[in-house]
């Protein structure tokens, strides 16, 4: 069963915003949103992950709606280097156990000169 | 960030022969690791789950004697493809657990092994 819907691929010009869409409607209040991406013939990279609160690192911004049946990634100033798949992935946090990690298909982001 | 490290990185063998995988992590410790693989144009496949001092738990459709796992150590987890056959030919790539507070972890990722099984 899809947990969540991700468009199956983006463009976005260098050097702007790139804004990354999930949609994650069945989520349940004690599933967390985590978002990796994977460039190619390379393991996944964590970026970031959240439960309700918007978060914000040094690689990317998580904007969670307040009803919490979608995200946005934000990628700020979008490089040539973060040409990737994103996976946007949702899972219980680990004191409800099933720690796996479900991939879906992703969005292929190409960054455009 | 956490960093997790896979040996070999790419490794050829012939039908028939056993391969080991090393999945390691370098600056924590991670009771529980996880093993994909990936095929070419898909997404990863979760194969077993880790868990340090254990037996491991596989994912259904896997062969637990065919994919042996063995985590002996907070930081060491290996697969070994036991009698690989072409159709084994994929992208195998580890993630080790890390707890970053008591209500939340992370896996970080190795960056993967190729193998190719002539």
């Known amino acids: 069963d899809a947990k969540t819907t991700q468009p199956p691929s983006m463009d976005c010009a260098e050097g702007r915003a790139a804004n990354l869409p999930c949609n994650h409607s069945t989520i349940s209040g004690n599933e967390y949103v985590y978002w990796y991406r994977q460039i190619h013939s390379q393991g996944p990279q964590y970026i970031i992950h959240?439960?309700?609160n918007n978060e914000t690192n040094e690689m990317a911004s998580l904007i969670i709606t307040e009803d919490r049946k979608s995200s946005t990634l934000i990628l700020p100033h979008a490089t040539l280097r973060d040409t990737a798949v994103y996976y946007c992935?949702?899972?219980?946090?680990?004191?409800?156990?099933?720690?796996?990690?479900?991939f879906g298909t992703g969005t292929r982001l190409t960054i455009i000169p | 960030g956490a960093v997790v490290s896979q040996h070999p990185s790419r490794v050829i063998c012939k039908s028939g022969t056993s391969v080991k995988i090393e999945c390691r992590s370098l600056?924590?410790?991670?009771?529980?690791m996880f093993w994909y693989r990936q095929f070419p144009k898909q997404s990863l496949m979760l194969m077993a789950t880790?868990?340090?001092?254990?037996?491991?738990?596989?994912e259904q459709g896997v062969e637990k004697d065919k994919f042996l796992i063995n985590h002996a150590s907070l930081t060491l987890s290996t697969l070994t493809v036991t009698s690989a056959h072409p159709e084994d030919s994929s992208f195998y790539i580890c993630?080790?657990?890390?707890?970053?507070?008591?209500?939340?972890?992370?896996?970080?990722f190795g960056p993967g092994t190729r193998l190719t099984v002539l």
């Open positions: 959240g439960l309700k």
């Open positions: 600056d924590f410790q991670a009771t529980t």
């Open positions: 993630s080790a657990r890390r707890a970053t507070s008591a209500w939340t972890d992370t896996q970080y």
């Open positions: 992935i949702v899972r219980p946090g680990p004191n409800f156990g099933n720690e796996k990690l479900t």
């Open positions: 880790s868990n340090e001092g254990s037996k491991a738990t596989y």
